[in-house]
């Protein structure tokens, strides 16, 4: 597993990426003049750009259309550039790369985005920026947020879950962000067809049967014919059936990762406040009794929306920074 790790343009690019150690809630705490912390939430319609504290308060924010590396990034150093920020957290869309063993490392992969694929994102911040920069995906950064300083401050683990134009999940454990060969792709694993939905054809172009294909926004505005997910959110059928792929991915988290409580955010449940509790039971359901645990028999507390005002990703990225000041 790798770790949330840092880069500062200072230095030579061969030794610019170190590895960071396990994330302590405790230490990421703003020092006693209160260094300001530039964030990135990178995701592919828009760049939200923030200052603000490690103690998690967001002094400046705002957000810019992501169009191609040549006209977006000199935007956003530029925006940064006389901030006096002491370091860059940068939260990005993905696929991209997070070992920092890696010639790959920071760069934006085998993304739809023809233009940024294969761009060195984080070397293009750092060296126009010149601050030590911390990176991560938007979805791990999202999580981190959340455990920081919202739904899952205190915990030692927790999921992030996204249900929106796409579906991620980022994963927190043992006190860092979960890595491995590349990271978590959790919208693409392979679920069950509900009964009546076996003639529905997924709209992942990679995959036949997947949660992100089955449930994300764009699957709900095809199986229905609207213009909205959201135009959906008191309808029944959408509720039943969006509620058993949605309990049925978390399931097969819940399983494997076993966190301490899951955070349900993205669009789609966002703008159907009846769909949280038809998760909660559906996971209960799904799950027949076979792990019981207090979390489970206080649901309620266990499957939760973000707690940062929709600020999670921006928090997330933060922390990042933050970390990245304290390894400089």
């Not at 455990?147 to 929106?164: F, W």
Request: hydrophobic fraction near 40%.
């Amino acid at each position: 597993m790798n770790q949330p790790t840092t880069r500062q343009s200072s230095e030579p690019a061969a030794n610019q990426a170190t590895a960071a150690p396990a994330i302590d809630q405790a230490t990421v705490a703003p020092a006693a003049d209160r260094p300001l912390i530039g964030a990135i939430e990178a995701g592919g319609t828009n760049m939200v750009l923030a200052c603000g504290h490690a103690d998690g308060t967001i002094t400046e924010r705002t957000s810019i259309p992501t169009q191609d590396p040549a006209q977006t990034v000199p935007a956003m150093i530029e925006w940064f550039a006389n901030k006096g920020i002491a370091a860059l957290g940068i939260a990005a869309f993905g696929p991209t790369g997070v070992n920092p063993s890696l010639s790959t490392y920071g760069h934006i992969l085998q993304t739809p985005k023809l233009a940024w694929r294969n761009y060195d994102f984080l070397g293009a911040m750092s060296r126009g920026l010149n601050v030590p920069c911390g990176y991560d995906t938007d979805v791990n950064g999202a999580c981190l947020g959340e455990v920081m300083y919202g739904a899952a401050k205190g915990l030692d683990s927790a999921m992030y879950i996204t249900v929106g134009t796409g579906i991620g999940a980022g994963i927190y454990a043992g006190g860092q962000l979960i890595h491995g060969m590349l990271h978590p792709e959790a919208g693409h694993i392979t679920l069950p067809r509900a009964v009546g939905d076996q003639d529905f054809e997924c709209v992942c172009p990679t995959h036949d049967s997947c949660f992100e294909g089955l449930a994300a926004g764009p699957a709900v505005v095809k199986r229905y014919g609207v213009e909205r997910a959201s135009d959906m959110a008191d309808d029944e059928g959408f509720l039943e059936l969006e509620g058993t792929y949605i309990a049925q991915g978390i399931l097969n988290y819940l399983y494997v990762v076993s966190p301490q409580r899951i955070i349900l955010g993205g669009g789609v449940p966002d703008h159907a406040p009846k769909l949280m509790d038809r998760v909660r039971s559906k996971v209960l359901q799904l799950n027949n009794g076979y792990i019981s645990t207090p979390e489970l028999d206080d649901i309620d507390s266990y499957i939760v929306p973000p707690a940062c005002d929709g600020n999670q990703g921006v928090l997330g990225a933060i922390a990042l920074g933050a970390q990245a000041l304290q390894q400089a």
